[in-house]
């Protein structure tokens, strides 16, 4: 067997030695296929199949208490769910499916003096065994300890080896430093190992409940305080017994405390690495992959056409062989070995371009300003390049079994007849024109996915805010309890910043935002006065931003009916909102909204905020920026800075973080920056701004990863009208030679040289109208099938059923197809029929 292996690969590499032109042409072809395929699952195995570098990552499990009745899905397309402070240490106390629980609030400001100039890290508020979960060591220092995280405790804190080398010069005797820690003195305990910065991009790590006490349940929606929980399962228990007992949790206290728990009643337990990411990131990864799939099958169908071309006139070649007393098998055998080694040279060249795009993708999406989890790599590890021998052989095997069986059932005693045609050539005309028209309709289903994907992305890029995007200098600020333990001393801040700014020469107007990089506000349902509503679903879900008096004019935004918010406006005397032109138009149409009351609705309408009174209404503005929810859209409301959306009327309420809004009225750029940072530390010197930039630069850094895959969903839409057309154009060749005797004839009867361009005009024709009608037809039918993840996927920016992109791709295939039938058409023309009537 070994020794009719070996002849197989040497003949089929002198066969391919011998037909240089085909073996380079599909090679090529199947080196693209192969790279992108490749390169997307490289993509897909990092941000979802490896998981993360630690010794028991397949053990780590993510717990939650989700709410079973069916909801509107969240801004990342996860359904609701919580764990609140207490529910954690109930669980951690009682729990028997883990070997240890950790909570965690990741990607949060810790602000951190030392030195001369503030510091603001990304840091994690952390639970004692949280590195224990992990099955890492500091390399410096030690752990955490239950004593380190308890309210009142002494502050302690881990830093990262990254800042450790950059900002505290690799001090090995860095452990016992004394440090100003969210405005309190801190230790630092240890430092990390190289590389650690979990759960996404951390920089320090410190005890959760020594920063942030575990709160009465009446106050569940203290933003940013709510632990996501994780634990390692122990080895002899699994998943459904362990979402069993976490199940068991979620009910009991939702029966004990029904104001707070009741609608989280189930548990949830799933391997960590998913709720890492979202729906959303793992539908568009997913949907990537299937292109490159597809792009993979329009590879393996134009080497399958050129294969079946090459088998014809190879035709009396095997039927010579055949005759000599090749089995069947033998000749079967021999063409596949050939199509393996295609493809195996083919993997090789497309292994190594993967390799390049892989390093230039991880560069782009490293450098694109949004910033991605540590533990994501796009590398050509061993399952990727297990993936890619698999995938070579199913090449292998999809591009030439077709051809290998349908050439050697040919009859060898009428292949060998001089003018012997047999039943071969029919056949192989019709399969070949049926993978064409598979070719188009697989081209087609992918330009319209791509296009859409590409609009969707560039729609973003340019998409009207409402206000001056470049004009605004913007930076986020954190109020810690250390220097600002309470809401009458940030509100004090805030009054005293901005005074100082407004009485500023470079500054026109100044102001303050609860938003976050003016991209995500909040998001709450409610009720409005003199309305009934059956459930909560059937409560309207708006948007919500508090803002500091002289907001609306900062941003330049029109007061279009009412009033704007003035320094009496206090919920203990009244609370007040103002709401913008889309509210006003949903809910109240051509009647005025000014006098009209509303209150949020939040616990399935079991809780509810003060009763807030309508006193203006401004035009709009995207709240949520480049982003969209699908449930509020841009509909919203505004409510004073040092207001609660949620609570009941109290004193004050200032936000422990804020962003300042400044428009300057001269100089600005770096400048601006520059002298707006020393006016902040002028009021607070141990206040560090960060985000510090415009609006328009801010908001850019959320679409860096967009534009990364708009441009790869331009590549395999390329890649795939390139295909497509090579294939057309190889089956109208192939075709053109077949009937290279007809045409001969036709002419020497008298038919002109534009009868026989119209001819293979018209089979290229009847060829593209089909597959266009097929592939619209899938799209469309894919698009009505997965509507609702479609939409979300494009970001309600553009209808999957978009018209115009429909036609525009029509009219490319057709352009491209016309090209790629042109060519051999008018060869077609040039046939001498004395040539052609000399062969027969």
């Known amino acids: 067997m070994l020794d009719s292996l070996r002849q197989d690969l040497r003949i089929g590499l002198r066969v391919l030695i011998k037909e240089k032109g085909f073996c380079a042409l599909a090679v090529v072809v199947l080196a693209l296929g192969i790279c992108a395929v490749t390169t997307q699952f490289s993509v897909v195995n990092g941000v979802m199949l490896r998981g993360f570098a630690f010794?028991?990552?397949?053990?780590?499990m993510s717990l939650q208490f989700v709410d079973p009745t069916p909801q509107p899905a969240n801004f990342f397309g996860n359904e609701p769910n919580q764990i609140l402070a207490l529910d954690y240490q109930d669980i951690a106390a009682n729990q028997k499916s883990f070997k240890a629980v950790a909570g965690y609030i990741f990607q949060s400001t810790v602000n951190v003096s030392y030195g001369e100039t503030p510091q603001r890290y990304t840091g994690a508020y952390v639970t004692e065994h949280f590195l224990k979960v992990l099955g890492v060591t500091p390399i410096l220092g030690r752990d955490f300890t239950a004593a380190d995280n308890i309210p009142g405790g002494e502050k302690v804190t881990i830093i990262s080896h990254k800042i450790w080398q950059r900002d505290f010069a690799a001090n090995p005797n860095i452990v016992g430093t004394a440090i100003r820690l969210n405005g309190k003195p801190a230790t630092i305990i240890g430092v990390m190992p190289r590389d650690f910065a979990f759960p996404l991009n951390e920089e320090l790590w410190t005890p959760l409940f020594n920063e942030f006490p575990a709160r009465p349940r009446s106050e569940r929606n203290t933003p940013g305080q709510q632990p996501q929980v994780m634990g390692l399962l122990r080895g002899d228990v699994t998943i459904d017994q362990a979402t069993g007992e976490i199940s068991t949790f979620a009910q009991r206290l939702a029966q004990e405390f029904p104001d707070s728990n009741k609608q989280f009643n189930l548990g949830k337990v799933e391997p960590l690495i998913k709720t890492f990411t979202p729906r959303q990131i793992q539908g568009l990864m997913l949907a990537m992959l299937a292109v490159c799939f597809a792009v993979l099958l329009l590879a393996c169908a134009n080497v399958m056409n050129m294969q079946l071309a090459r088998a014809t006139l190879r035709a009396k070649?095997?039927?010579?062989?055949?005759?000599?007393?090749?089995?069947?098998?033998?000749?079967?055998?021999?063409?596949?070995?050939?199509?393996?080694?295609?493809?195996?040279?083919?993997?090789?060249?497309?292994v190594g371009l993967a390799f390049w795009a892989t390093d230039f993708l991880h560069a782009a999406v490293r450098n694109s300003g949004t910033p991605i989890p540590s533990h994501i790599r796009f590398d050509l590890d061993l399952p990727v390049l297990g993936f890619v021998v698999v995938t070579t052989m199913l090449a292998a095997v999809a591009s030439g079994v077709v051809p290998a069986w349908m050439a050697s059932n040919a009859r060898p005693v009428e292949v060998l007849k001089e003018s012997g045609r047999g039943n071969t050539n029919r056949a192989v005309g019709f399969v070949t024109r049926a993978l064409v028209v598979a070719t188009i309709l697989l081209t087609c289903v992918i330009l319209v996915a791509s296009l859409l994907q590409l609009q969707a992305i560039l729609r973003l890029q340019e998409v009207d805010y409402g206000y001056?995007?470049?004009?605004?200098m913007t930076a986020r600020m954190g109020l810690m309890d250390g220097d600002y333990p309470n809401a009458a001393a940030r509100g004090q801040f805030h009054e005293r910043l901005l005074r100082d700014l407004r009485a500023s020469a470079e500054i026109e107007h100044a102001a303050l935002s609860s938003r976050t990089r003016m991209a995500f506000a909040g998001n709450t349902a409610l009720e409005i006065e003199g309305r009934e509503y059956k459930e909560n679903r059937d409560r309207p879900t708006v948007n919500f931003e508090?803002?500091?008096?002289?907001?609306?004019?900062?941003?330049?935004?029109?007061?279009?009916?009412?009033?704007?918010f003035n320094q009496d406006d206090v919920d203990t005397k009244q609370p007040v909102a103002i709401i913008n032109a889309g509210f006003a138009r949903k809910q109240f149409g051509r009647d005025s909204p000014i006098g009209r009351r509303f209150r949020t609705a939040v616990n399935n309408g079991q809780t509810f905020g003060a009763w807030r009174t309508i006193i203006g209404v401004v035009s709009d503005v995207r709240m949520l920026g480049p982003f969209n929810n699908p449930n509020s859209e841009e509909y919203g409301f505004y409510l004073p800075l040092h207001s609660s959306a949620f609570g009941p009327a109290r004193p004050a309420a200032a936000p422990q973080f804020a962003t300042l809004v400044v428009k300057p009225r001269g100089a600005k750029g770096a400048v601006f920056a520059n002298n707006l940072r020393r006016a902040v530390h002028r009021v607070d010197p141990n206040l560090p701004l960060y985000f510090l930039g415009t609006p328009a630069e801010n908001l850019a850094s959320f679409l860096g990863t967009n534009r990364i895959i708009a441009v790869m969903f331009t590549v395999f839409g390329a890649i795939a009208m390139v295909l497509a057309a090579a294939g057309l154009y190889g089956v109208m060749s192939f075709s053109v030679n077949q009937r290279t005797q007809e045409f001969g004839i036709r002419l020497a009867l008298g038919a002109n040289h534009g009868r026989i361009l119209g001819m293979v005009l018209r089979q290229?024709?009847?060829?593209?109208?089909?597959?266009?009608?097929?592939?619209?037809?899938?799209?469309?039918?894919?698009?009505?099938?997965?509507r609702d993840g479609i939409n979300r996927q494009l970001n309600s920016t553009i209808s999957a059923t978009d018209p115009k992109t429909y036609f525009f791709v029509a009219v490319l295939l057709t352009l491209v197809a016309l090209l790629a039938t042109l060519i051999p058409a008018l060869k077609a023309t040039r046939v001498d029929p004395m040539t052609a009537l000399r062969a027969e």
């Open 55 to 60: 010794p028991n990552a397949q053990r780590m």
């Open 317 to 350: 070649e095997l039927a010579v062989r055949s005759s000599l007393g090749a089995t069947r098998w033998r000749l079967i055998r021999q063409m596949l070995t050939e199509s393996l080694l295609l493809a195996s040279i083919g993997a090789a060249l497309g």
């Open 468 to 472: 001056d995007t470049k004009g605004l």
């Open 546 to 564: 508090g803002v500091s008096d002289g907001y609306f004019a900062t941003l330049d935004m029109k007061l279009l009916e009412g009033r704007d």
């Open 764 to 786: 290229g024709s009847h060829q593209l109208v089909l597959g266009l009608a097929l592939g619209f037809g899938t799209a469309l039918g894919i698009a009505f099938a997965f």
